[in-house]
């Protein structure tokens, strides 16, 4: 099993479901690479050199900043460009930059969905760890099924973080993570579902996967847009595409 492996997807659509407000946007993607596995304990040791107690379970209580941190890390370390930059907490994505990154909300669900329509991509006992399954922690990546596109634990096991803003109308700078984790109920446990926190929040259920791909342009790609998250700041608006209440 190499942990770093990673899946090379064409360009395709995916369309995002707000059941909310029943609005649907239909997204674009350019070829992109996706991690096989969630990023694990083992890979951060190798990387940061801190302690990996078990090494093949899905790193998790991670940050935003720690996750966006970790992928500049991973790029250094494999002598790739570094896809952010910093300036204080103030985060900037180098869209045309091909290293190590996470993906945005349209990659992760056309990657997680591999062309199902459902709300999961297969029978859930067959290929996400959930609360039905018992225990009190995430296990190791890959023991379930993958999906049609070789991805494992897409859904269950530990939420995954995404670079998209969850909804700045409501709560300034959330970041979306996706997926549902081990001790969730089916419900949460779907592609299209949103949660996220503030980019210091940790949580014990949600960590990461690593993305790759440059594009051209400066501030948007694969369903991303920096004047899009301009336009929708300020509180008191309407939810964004596929917002989910977490509880």
Not at 13 to 37: C, K, N, P, S
Not at 150 to 178: A, H, I, Q, S
Request: glycine fraction near 12%; charge should be negative.
């Amino acid at each position: 099993m190499d942990l770093w492996e990673m899946r090379s997807l064409p360009g395709g659509t995916v369309t995002l479901h707000d059941a909310r407000r029943e609005q649907h946007r239909m997204v674009r993607l350019e070829a992109f690479e996706i991690g096989v596995f969630a990023v694990t304990e083992e890979q951060f040791a190798e990387v940061l050199g801190v302690p990996a107690s078990r090494p093949r379970h899905p790193a998790r209580d991670l940050s935003w900043l720690r996750a966006i941190r970790f992928c500049n890390a991973a790029s250094e370390w494999e002598g790739l460009d570094p896809a952010y930059t910093f300036d204080g907490e103030e985060v900037t994505w180098h869209v045309d930059s091909d290293g190590y990154r996470l993906p945005t909300e349209a990659e992760w669900e056309f990657a997680c969905r591999a062309g199902s329509t459902g709300p999961q991509y297969g029978p859930l006992p067959e290929i996400a760890w959930t609360g039905a399954d018992g225990g009190s922690e995430p296990h190791d990546v890959g023991l379930k099924l993958p999906n049609l596109h070789g991805l494992f634990d897409t859904l269950g096991n530990v939420w995954e973080w995404c670079w998209d803003l969850l909804d700045p109308e409501r709560y300034d700078d959330y970041r979306v993570f996706r997926g549902g984790g081990f001790a969730d109920d089916s419900w949460s446990v779907r592609a299209s579902v949103r949660r996220g926190g503030a980019p210091r929040m940790h949580h014990d259920d949600v960590g990461m996967r690593l993305a790759r791909g440059g594009f051209d342009g400066v501030d948007s790609a694969q369903g991303w847009s920096a004047q899009a998250d301009v336009e929708r700041g300020g509180r008191g608006g309407p939810h964004p595409i596929g917002w989910t209440q977490r509880g």
